[in-house]
């Protein structure tokens, strides 16, 4: 029997639950583990005020360590790129919409505004490359943060709150959240460039729990790690937890060519950059270098 750490957001049950149904799908039975993380438990503050980094992966991993559960789901998004000493993510899930999603009252609509909301409308996110990368685009939004899951934030836009709200693709269709008193503007990954890894889940074990490992690698998808390999280390090179006001998003083609595309807000300015290559050798490093 294998015990599933989770956060118990109606989204990280999502995960557990599909985490649960693919482990059946090879034959091994498993249960689910609920552990309350900072990220949970302080919603009053934004993102970029919360000490360290891991806010929502913290408490999992030190029960995976302490061997309470044998493998903790996360949003790989959420995972800080340096692993905690003992731990391994031992493998990596299909790779849902990456997108970005712009949730927009029907009341606060401007058809002739980039993104299509009103002049100084009320924009709700506490992601630093969200807020970054839309006043980029939109100067006059004024930015506010927002906290709790999914629906709570939809409920706190239909009240009023907020004008706009950014919701991840992924986390949307995984929750099949109606949205139809709203207008839903989906942000092409290459314009608005998505978190690193966004729209993969990653599946995190003891690196000495090798029956664990075994049982997860038969879950890998290898394809989807060739290109979130690149966004983490474009991620790490840079220096930056979750907060780092950096976007990047990678594909890989049908002859294999690797196309890369990266965003980040170094002092005032707002970095693009663009990048096709045959191998992925080198890469990262060519991305940040020119970033930097």
Request: hydrophobic share 40%; proline share 3%.
């Amino acid at each position: 029997m294998i015990k599933i750490g989770t956060r118990g957001s109606k989204l990280a049950l999502w995960q557990a639950e599909f985490t649960r149904t693919e482990l059946a799908r090879i034959g091994v039975e498993s249960e689910l583990v609920i552990i309350k993380t900072q990220g949970d438990m302080i919603q009053h503050l934004g993102f970029d005020k919360m000490e360290g980094k891991g806010f929502f992966t913290k408490e999992i991993e030190d029960a995976l360590l302490r061997g309470e559960v044998d493998v903790a789901v996360h949003s790989m998004k959420d995972l800080p790129t340096e692993q905690p000493e003992g731990l391994v993510i031992t493998a990596v899930s299909y790779r849902d919409n990456p997108a970005d999603l712009l949730i927009v009252r029907k009341e606060a609509i401007d058809k002739t505004k980039v993104f299509r909301f009103k002049e100084n409308a009320i924009v709700g996110t506490s992601a630093a490359r969200r807020k970054a990368q839309l006043l980029d685009y939109r100067p006059d939004a004024v930015l506010k943060d927002i906290r709790g899951n999914v629906p709570t934030r939809l409920e706190k836009l239909r009240t009023g709150d907020f004008d706009a709200i950014f919701l991840a693709a992924a986390g949307v269709s995984r929750l099949d959240l109606p949205l139809d008193d709203f207008e839903v503007i989906e942000l092409h990954p290459t314009e608005f460039v998505p978190a690193p890894a966004q729209g993969v889940l990653a599946w995190q074990t003891n690196r000495d729990d090798l029956a664990t490992r075994r049982v997860f690698k038969q879950l890998h998808h290898t394809e989807i790690s060739a290109v979130t390999n690149i966004e983490r280390r474009v991620l790490q090179l840079m220096e930056g937890g979750c907060q780092l006001p950096l976007g990047v998003h990678c594909t890989r083609d049908e002859n294999g060519n690797y196309h890369v595309y990266a965003a980040c807000l170094l002092g005032d300015e707002m970095k693009r950059t663009h990048l096709s290559s045959s191998t992925n050798t080198g890469v990262a490093e060519k991305i940040v270098g020119r970033l930097r």
